[in-house]
């Protein structure tokens, strides 16, 4: 199944929750295009997503979660480089810590239906994924969850 | 199998099809198979008109275009909603005009005496026995683009006429003439849009009659079709969903026929057998089809669908399927490299970051993908094409890595033998020498071709449909004014990235045919899951059907270890050349059944009766 979720056309979001995603889409994007060595930016990345977790302790209510998430997908039509599923996960999830708010950063893949894909989201404790297409059974395994 | 056929020329002809039905008014033309009421002809003295096929032209109509038939304006009779074939004489002079996706082809092969035309290539063929073409099945299967050697069929010695092209039969000969301009006037997507819905509409109504109706009903295409014949009849509408599919289309489906009163919803369970290439080791059992019919690869599937359909209608009707759908109603990102041509850099930049977004890439590698397919011309990107097969065979990458092209090489065509890649080659050159009224937009070239493609198969379904359940198919989306309607809009407005199907949504929004919710829908189903259970459950028999006993091994067209390490990585679940390996199984299975099971096509005509 195919569904063009990865791109948002509306505008969503409150002025800071705009602002807030830019800015988390912006540091995702430097983070994971730093120019050192593959598995040397994966760390910082790792580190950056664990500091992020630590700074946003509050809840964050489902339906700002979804918005706040669409905000980066749309912030990211801005952007000629790759912003696939692992950028734009990572911004939002930058960016609720921008907010003092807490998203998990997921890491997974999925094997049904085949072929294998590798996939990264985020995820709201308690409530599962965010922004992501779950009608149907779509699941991915998660492999990593920050 | 339904077929039309006829005879022009001096001599008597000794033959006729087997089990055909004379064209009243037209001597030497034949139906077979056809039923009357699809047979209709009107006529003046030397001046006669007759469609075969599904045609919305009532009785009047068809009288009134009787001048335009003497003045030779052989387009003015490919306008009526449906699809058919157009057999028009005019005092001398007779016209066979097909449609514009192929449903209903024209193919001639002319001799000393006169020439024969049918809409069978496989009946020209057996008239003497020629056999298939090998160039031509090697093109089949390298690019699949059935007017890239425009005029040559899969049979040797038997011409085909190509899309947008009528057959015309004088005392002079045959002749090929276009009657289909190359390019549309563009027009923009908001005024095509109530052109888009009266075409459907219309293109649906036209099928209705007494017969029970049934339609698909699962993405949005299928849909708008079901609730478009849903104004009209009582309408049945299945919904195959197998749970390992996990799309929402039933989902979708269910909500659809809650808000439409006169849909009848029933979901067909998926079973553990019915997956892709299930029932290979009896080709017997499927119905033979003129050109290689990619549905016998999925028949266990539509099986169960139709099953359904049958078991559920008082009685056999007509059955709407929305194929073909993406092709007029969409478009693929290759009309980025048209953008390019035509210098409207911001526009292709804009459409190419969404295009990343949804590729999972950036919109530079979107951009150097369709760099060069915007620097050349259709012959310039034959000479390239047979440049690059003449170079040694590549490795496996997926399709949508590679670089866009106006006749793009498949996966197939790196498992066919260097010579036959050499002779291929040179056909695409002489068909870029040969190329006469070459279309300036890389996106007319490729929505024609996938037209066409796409005509041939939903034929072979049409024909699965009919021989084992009775039931009529009606592809709506392949007809002459659909078409037309919907290809008028540039491929770039169809095409915008950012909207799902933005003509269905202004054709059809507020117009209370379809619930809004369907037009809001973004996502779309696909069959993935069950092509590659498929693969691993009849790795087997696949490697045996393309083995080195297979008939395309014989001729070249594949060789063993590239299909062993394709359903090798199907069985891993990784990533493999699903589609193209689907292509080929079709071609070996059409192959073996051209050998296995001669149809008796012809009959011998005897004196008396061709006096008669």
């Not at chain 1, 985020?122 to 297409?133: K, Q």
């Not at chain 2, 002079?172 to 888009?196: N, Q, W």
């Not at chain 2, 198969?457 to 592809?475: D, K, P, S, V, Y």
């Not at chain 2, 050349?577 to 051209?594: D, S, Y």
Request: hydrophobic share 45%.
């Amino acid at each position: 199944m195919t569904s063009i979720e990865a791109y948002s056309t509306t505008r969503s979001g409150t002025y800071p929750e705009r602002c807030a995603a830019a800015a988390g889409l912006a540091l995702a994007l430097v983070l994971l295009h730093l120019p050192v060595r593959r598995h040397l930016r994966f760390r910082y990345t790792l580190r950056a997503a664990r500091l992020a977790r630590r700074a946003g302790r509050r809840p964050l209510d489902p339906t700002r979660a979804q918005e706040l998430v669409d905000a980066v997908r749309h912030t990211a039509r801005w952007w000629p480089g790759r912003a696939a599923c692992m950028e734009t996960s990572l911004g939002a999830v930058l960016a609720a810590a921008l907010l003092g708010r807490r998203l998990n950063w997921c890491l997974g893949a999925r094997f049904c239906p085949p072929p294998v894909e590798y996939h990264a989201w985020a995820e709201l404790p308690g409530t599962g994924p965010v922004g992501e297409y779950t009608l149907g059974g779509w699941h991915h395994r998660t492999a990593l969850s920050i | 199998m339904r077929w039309s056929a006829g005879w022009y020329g001096g001599t008597r002809h000794d033959r006729q099809p087997a089990g055909g039905r004379a064209v009243p008014g037209l001597e030497n033309t034949w139906t077979v198979g056809w039923p009357t009421a699809r047979v209709r002809s009107a006529g003046e003295g030397p001046v006669v008109l007759t469609t075969v096929g599904e045609c919305g032209a009532s009785d009047r109509q068809l009288r009134e275009a009787l001048p335009a038939v003497r003045a030779r304006g052989w387009p003015a009779l490919t306008g009526w909603p449906g699809s058919y074939l157009v057999v028009a004489r005019s005092g001398e002079t007779l016209a066979v005009v097909g449609d514009l996706a192929g449903q209903h082809p024209v193919y001639y092969r002319e001799d000393a005496a006169g020439t024969w035309w049918s809409t069978t290539a496989s009946a020209l063929a057996a008239l003497d026995g020629a056999p298939v073409d090998v160039t031509v099945l090697a093109a089949h299967l390298a690019f699949s683009q059935p007017d890239a050697l425009a005029e040559r069929s899969l049979f040797r010695s038997v011409r085909r006429v190509p899309g947008g092209h009528l057959l015309l039969l004088g005392p002079d000969g045959a002749a090929v003439e276009r009657y289909e301009p190359v390019t549309y006037p563009s027009v923009a997507l908001r005024e095509a849009a109530p052109t888009v819905r009266a075409a459907l509409t219309e293109a649906v109504a036209t099928r209705i009659d007494d017969r029970p109706v049934s339609a698909d009903l699962a993405g949005l295409d299928s849909t708008t079709l079901a609730c478009l014949a849903a104004q009209h009849a009582p309408v049945t509408a299945v919904t195959y969903a197998d749970e390992r599919l996990r799309d929402d289309d039933l989902a979708y489906a269910r909500r659809t026929a809650a808000a439409v009163p006169s849909l009848t919803h029933h979901a067909v369970p998926g079973a553990a057998d019915a997956v892709y290439y299930a029932g290979l080791n009896d080709l017997t059992e499927l119905p033979a089809t003129d050109a290689p019919n990619p549905y016998v690869v999925t028949a266990s599937i539509k099986r169960a669908v139709l099953g359904t359909v049958v078991e559920k209608m008082p009685g056999p009707g007509v059955h709407f399927t929305g194929a073909a759908g993406d092709a007029v109603l969409s478009a693929p990102s290759s009309y980025l490299a048209d953008l390019l041509r035509e210098r409207q850099h911001r526009r292709a930049l804009s459409h190419a970051v969404i295009h990343a977004r949804l590729r999972h890439t950036s919109a530079f590698t979107v951009l150097a993908r369709v760099k060069d397919a915007a620097r050349t011309g259709l012959a310039g990107s034959w000479l390239r094409t047979a440049a690059e097969l003449r170079r040694p065979a590549r490795d496996w990458i997926p399709q949508a890595q590679r670089p866009i092209s106006w006749t793009p090489l498949l996966a197939s065509a790196d498992w066919m033998a260097p010579d036959v890649r050499r002779r291929l080659a040179a056909a695409l050159d002489q068909a870029a020498e040969e190329l006469t009224d070459a279309p300036v937009r890389l996106a007319d070239w490729s929505d024609r071709q996938d037209l066409a493609r796409l005509g041939t198969n939903t034929a072979g379904w049409r024909a699965l449909a009919l021989a084992e359940h009775g039931i009529e198919l009606a592809a709506p989306y392949l007809d002459n004014e659909v078409i037309r309607a919907c290809l008028a809009v540039p491929a770039d407005r169809r095409g915008e990235p950012a909207q799902y199907k933005p003509l269905l949504d202004a054709a059809f929004t507020g117009t209370g045919v379809l619930p809004p919710f369907v037009l809001a829908r973004t996502t779309k189903g696909g069959f993935n899951a069950l092509a590659y259970a498929g693969l691993r459950d009849h790795a087997r028999v696949l490697k045996e059907l393309l083995g080195p006993s297979s008939r395309l091994a014989a001729l070249g067209l594949v060789t063993e270890y590239p299909i062993t390490s394709a359903l090798e990585r199907a069985a891993a679940g990784q990533p493999t050349a699903q589609g193209t390996l689907h292509l080929v199984v079709a071609a070996e299975v059409w192959l073996r059944q051209l050998a296995f099971a001669p149809k008796q096509w012809w009959e011998e005509v005897t004196p008396r009766v061709a006096l008669a």
